[in-house]
């Protein structure tokens, strides 16, 4: 069993201290900002932790100690034409965009002077010299969520070059998404990134907002540190999209932490189809009756690439629903891993809760961990959770191939079937289309 040692643990945060001492020393006349402190405090508390180890139990089937044992640098700008920034955007999707290429922003690509009436956009650093919302995130970043030893949200904070948070006005009904479009083009040196984003939804308004992570070099390196923290309002409901498309090299990890507000909504919908070791730690926690959480998540592994979505949902309030759906594909030496756990508080009487993971195993070097969790206190209650891993099923592919499709064409077709039953929860009709588009090319790969 893999794990980081003692003295790699100190060689990581060697480098760490140097990136964020160089950091500081460039900060000139900011030193006094509120974003100053709040990186700051970050950094103190990653200096005291350890990373995860596989010896952790919420980390038991990652292994992290190849994501961090390089020294990475930040990313620096890579001049995109606007022809090929295009071929990142979904057709016909209607959205504000942030363009971000390797970790720093591109205002020439983006169109965050575009942003629709009801939804306000503006730096962390803007934002935390706001009583209110400064109040907002620091209670968002307060929040534990489901995962032990998450040294990463620490990390994060601590060197966010461009977090954002987003405000929508009571009431309002925001039918254009804003779309952050981050880039990877690769280097030399291996480089980290750390797309931060503060969603706050305010009292009975609704609004989208979409993450994608792409890659010009399918053979780059590089390590994404992702933070989302969310928090829905009373009657609110927040859209989030996370579609993950990054190089066969790459590492991602990415961290999404909600609140919900009574009888708010808060969906979330997740899309791996590329990286090397890839981990999503997802969870919510309902602060007030009447809530609905939706997860949706579909993943397709080849090669050796290894996909693990960790949930975690928190009933601590009566007469609230959860539905969480996660299907994958894996092929090859690919591994994935679902850790799904549901937490229902003695007091979270009428609770409705429903957990399905599902997975094809293609191959017999494949690997797939399933690992749902029900945890129950109160009695009056309706929850359930299941996890099946099969394969194809052979009367489907030959009926199929009755028909005239090819024995491959049968079985590409039956797999798009499988997860686009997911995808087709999505919301917009220009991811949808996109991602089933994407797992098509990457089946017809295969």
């Known amino acids: 069993m893999s794990i980081i040692s003692k003295d790699r643990d100190s060689n990581t945060k060697e480098w760490i201290k140097t990136l964020f ?24 508390q990653l200096m005291t932790e350890e990373f995860p180890t596989r010896k952790d139990e919420d980390w038991k089937y990652t292994n992290v100690s190849p994501i961090v044992k390089d020294a990475y640098k930040f990313g620096t700008s890579n001049n995109l034409s606007q022809d090929q920034f295009d071929e990142f955007l979904f057709e016909g ?25 009801g939804l306000r956009m503006m730096t962390v650093a803007d934002a935390l010299q706001n009583e209110e919302l400064a109040s907002k995130i620091h209670n968002l970043v307060d929040q534990k969520g489901g995962t032990a030893k998450n040294v990463f949200l620490r990390m994060n904070r601590a060197f966010a070059q461009h977090g954002y ?56 390196k ?23 498309f990054e190089s066969k090299s790459a590492f991602q990890i990415t961290n999404s932490i909600a609140i919900q507000g009574r009888d708010s909504i808060y969906s979330n919908y997740g899309v791996d189809l590329g990286g090397k070791i890839v981990r999503n730690n997802i969870s919510t926690e309902h602060m007030g009756p009447g809530v609905n959480t939706y997860y949706y998540g579909a993943y397709l592994g080849l090669d050796d690439q290894h996909i693990d979505n960790s949930t975690f949902i928190d009933h601590a309030v009566p007469h609230c629903e959860s539905n969480e ?26 609770t409705n809760a ?16 399933a690992k749902p969790q029900l945890e129950i206190y109160a009695d009056d209650v309706k929850c359930s959770h299941g996890a099946t891993i099969g394969q194809l099923d052979d009367e489907s592919v030959f009926y199929l191939k009755s028909r005239g499709l090819s024995d491959e064409g049968a079985k590409n077709l039956l797999q798009k079937a499988f997860i686009g039953d997911v995808i087709l929860n999505f ?12 797992v098509d090319a990457k089946l017809s790969k295969k």
């Open 427 to 438: 919301r917009y009709e220009p991811i949808i289309e996109k991602v089933l588009s994407m």
């Open 354 to 369: 429903y957990q399905q993971n599902a997975s094809l195993v293609l191959s017999n070097t494949a690997i797939m961990d």
């Open 222 to 244: 590089y390590f994404t540190n992702a933070a989302n923290y969310i928090d829905v309002e009373d009657n609110a409901h927040v859209h989030h999209y996370r579609l993950q």
């Open 165 to 220: 948070v987003i405000v929508s006005d009571k009431n309002a009904v925001v039918e254009k998404p804003i779309h952050f479009i981050h880039i990877n083009t690769g280097s030399d040196e291996a480089y980290f990134s750390h797309p931060q984003m503060f969603m706050i939804g305010s009292k009975s308004s609704e609004y989208s907002v979409i993450e994608s992570y792409h890659s010009t070099n399918n053979d780059a």
């Open 21 to 44: 001492q160089s950091y500081e020393a460039g900060l000139n006349g900011q030193k006094d900002q509120p974003i100053a402190a709040f990186r700051k405090a970050a950094f103190d």
């Open 93 to 117: 999707l209607d959205a504000v965009v942030v363009a971000i290429v390797n970790g720093v922003l591109d205002t020439n690509l983006s169109s965050m002077d575009n942003m629709p009436e």
């Open 325 to 350: 759906v996660y299907k994958g594909i894996l092929s090859d030496k690919a591994r994935g891993v679902f850790n799904g756990k549901v937490l229902v508080r003695q007091d979270a009487q009428k």
